[in-house]
């Protein structure tokens, strides 16, 4: 079970928003900017949202982060068929001194 | 464009060795530190190690320490992780990816422990 906690699973349908949650605590999420991947099944992942709630060159604008205390958001609006993947938050771990990475949270599109 | 490609996989015997190697392009090597992000079949990711820029911060993840060495050659745009003692959970595939913060990952590259 991983130190950050997402939910396994969430679901929409073509158009709707999205909002996927990872949950940690003060010497991880608290202290540290969050980043966000994705990653379809079968490929390497890629950064999605950096620092809580930038975008990288490329990423649509329906995807956007947000951090509160020892929590961080990532939500998807304008659901499409092609975010249907796996989802993961990150950040670093100033007690384990190393990286951490969210258990991962399928996406399914309806 | 960066690239990062990693090499060296395969399948050994537990207990057995392997090196794995990622050779970089596309930036400015010795400026950015570098990790190890390993994901095992059907399991999500899980942070191995890092090293800075000049190599001379390592870290690793406690499930590794001992056991895994981080390595870089700036003079070939390239780092390694040497695997000893593998066990069978070790199984997974291994990404090179770039900063502590990790930007950007390789393709990866599978590790079988297995007899």
């Known amino acids: 079970q991983s130190v950050l906690t997402q939910p396994p699973s969430a679901s929409g349908t073509p158009g709707q928003k999205i909002t996927i949650s990872c949950s940690g605590s003060?010497?991880?999420?608290?202290?540290?900017?969050v980043n966000w991947y994705q990653q379809v099944p079968g490929t390497a992942p890629r950064l999605l949202i950096y620092?809580?709630?930038q975008r990288p060159s490329g990423v649509p604008d329906r995807f956007s982060g947000s951090k509160s205390g020892t929590s961080a958001s990532l939500a998807i609006s304008d659901l499409q068929s092609e975010d249907e993947a796996d989802y993961y938050c990150?950040?670093?771990?100033?007690?384990?001194?190393?990286?951490?990475f969210g258990g991962g949270t399928k996406l399914t599109v309806l | 464009e960066v690239r990062l490609l990693e090499s060296g996989g395969g399948l050994v015997q537990p207990g057995g060795s392997l090196r794995l190697s990622c050779a970089a392009s596309?930036?400015?090597?010795?400026?950015?530190?570098m990790s190890w992000v390993r994901q095992a079949p059907g399991k999500g990711l899980e942070w191995v190690s890092a090293?800075?820029?000049?190599?001379?911060?390592?870290l690793y993840a406690d499930s590794v320490k001992g056991r895994f060495t981080i390595s870089r050659d700036n003079s070939k745009n390239t780092v390694y992780l040497q695997m000893n003692s593998l066990r069978v959970e070790d199984t997974a595939i291994y990404y090179c990816?770039?900063?502590?913060?990790?930007?950007?990952w390789g393709q990866g590259n599978l590790v079988t422990v297995s007899s």
């Open positions: 990816a770039r900063n502590f913060a990790i930007d950007y």
């Open positions: 596309g930036f400015t090597f010795s400026s950015y530190a």
């Open positions: 090293i800075g820029g000049s190599g001379d911060t390592t």
């Open positions: 003060s010497s991880n999420i608290g202290g540290n900017t």
């Open positions: 620092t809580n709630d």
């Open positions: 990150a950040t670093w771990d100033d007690s384990l001194n190393g990286r951490l």
